[in-house]
């Protein structure tokens, strides 16, 4: 009896324990993930797959309570409540899916990866240990994704022991050689620290020190300079004349986050700037579920919220460069990105406007996500939050 406790215990300990070191913001510690598939191919009961799932699931989303706390300016209990209804399609499907025949796990395991990889459960497929690909197979593009699969089917099967060695000297292999992706020529992204106040301070004097840093950054060889999001708050045919204006003579672009509003409600948005006017590059795919993006307004005949282009423009493309933009929430999940890179991008733009996160690592792991991606695929990345 004893013995029959002790084992599912030890599991569950363990999925929390790989959650917290694989989402912890470092990149290099990203492959710590694929623990997972082999905790839940060790579980001997759906009930115990179903507490590994809770577990790790749990441990890689640890800072969505405080920073839901932060952002709703209240206690803890929204984000423990967001968090349990977050892990709920994640522990569904892993439970669902859990089998004691060895034959059939693979298969079962892999459906489940994709089921979480794309709309609609991939909505909330964070923590998703797929991202780890970069990490194992830096530059090997769809090749190494491909490769990332066939090792988590290998690892809930009877070829565990092996596949993990292989996968284990991978791992090892890109970390004594890891080197972070490259800034693209002629790019430059900015990082903020103006907390909460960047882009609810919509005073001049507010656009006038963000205009003085886009010179300061435009003094060297950048031509195009990246903003977090939400940098221009509402974007606005008064923003548009005085950013424009402020370009003038300038031979630059800026990229910078805002929001355009209508009577329904509102996009997330990055506005591309230069001397010659402004226009709105891209429409978020995916914003943040729940605070940001709130279906259910549109069922209750209710506006507000923000609008969700799910599939709609991956790719942007300014001068003769052609990125893939991915704002906030989109570096957390796995659609975005791979969507964009089936256009096969010349670069990444990354941004975020991380103040609600202070105190924990979710900046950090947006940041080693993309870094993650843009390996995988071998293309530079630009990077610029606020915190």
């Known amino acids: 009896m004893r013995r029959d406790w002790r084992q599912p215990m030890l599991l569950i300990v363990a999925s929390v324990i790989v959650g917290t070191l694989a989402w912890s913001g470092h990149v290099l510690l990203l492959p710590v993930a694929l623990g997972f598939p082999v905790l839940w191919s060790l579980a001997r009961t759906r009930s115990t797959a179903t507490l590994i799932s809770v577990g790790y699931f749990l441990g890689a989303s640890r800072g969505l309570p405080q920073g839901a706390a932060t952002f709703y300016a209240s206690d803890l209990w929204p ?11 994640f ?11 060895p034959r059939s796990r693979p298969f079962r395991y892999v459906l489940g990866a994709v089921l979480m990889a794309v709309p609609p459960l991939g909505i909330i497929g964070w923590a998703h240990p797929v991202t780890a690909a970069g990490v194992l197979f830096p530059e090997w593009g769809w090749w190494g994704l491909t490769a990332m699969t066939a090792g988590l089917a290998g690892l809930v099967s009877r070829l565990s022991s092996a596949v ?16 972070n992706p490259t800034l693209p020529q002629a790019w430059q992204g900015v990082d903020l620290e103006l907390g909460a106040s960047l882009g609810r301070d ?19 060889d950048a031509r195009y300079i990246v903003l977090p999001e939400s940098t221009l708050g509402l974007w606005t ?21 805002a929001a355009v509003v209508d009577a329904r409600g509102y996009d997330n948005v990055l506005i591309a700037l230069s001397a010659k006017g402004g226009q709105i590059l891209y429409r978020e795919r995916m914003p943040v579920p729940g605070s940001m993006w709130q279906p259910w307004r549109a069922l209750l005949e209710e506006s507000g919220g923000a609008r969700a282009h799910f599939f709609a423009n991956p790719i942007v493309t300014l001068g003769t460069s052609r990125a893939a933009p991915l704002i906030c929430y989109e570096q957390l999940i796995v659609w975005p990105v791979l969507q964009s890179m089936l256009s096969d991008p010349d670069l990444i733009v990354a ?35 606020n915190t």
């Open 91 to 101: 522990v569904t499907v892993h439970a669902l899916l859990w089998t004691k025949d």
């Open 202 to 220: 919509a005073s001049m004097q507010r656009h006038r020190d963000l205009i003085a840093t886009v010179r300061n950054r435009a003094a060297g």
């Open 237 to 257: 045919l008064t923003i548009e004349r005085l950013w424009t204006r402020s370009l003038e003579g300038q031979d630059i672009t800026l990229l910078a986050g």
């Open 351 to 385: 941004v975020g406007n991380g103040w609600w996160t202070k105190g924990t690592s979710i900046v950090a792991i947006q940041r080693a996500s993309t870094a993650a991606w843009a390996k995988l695929f071998a293309k530079p990345v630009v990077l610029s939050f």
């Open 164 to 179: 993990t060695i292989i996968l284990g000297g991978f791992w090892l292999w890109s970390a004594a050689l890891w080197t």
């Open 79 to 89: 984000g423990l409540l967001l968090l349990v209804a977050a892990s709920s399609s």
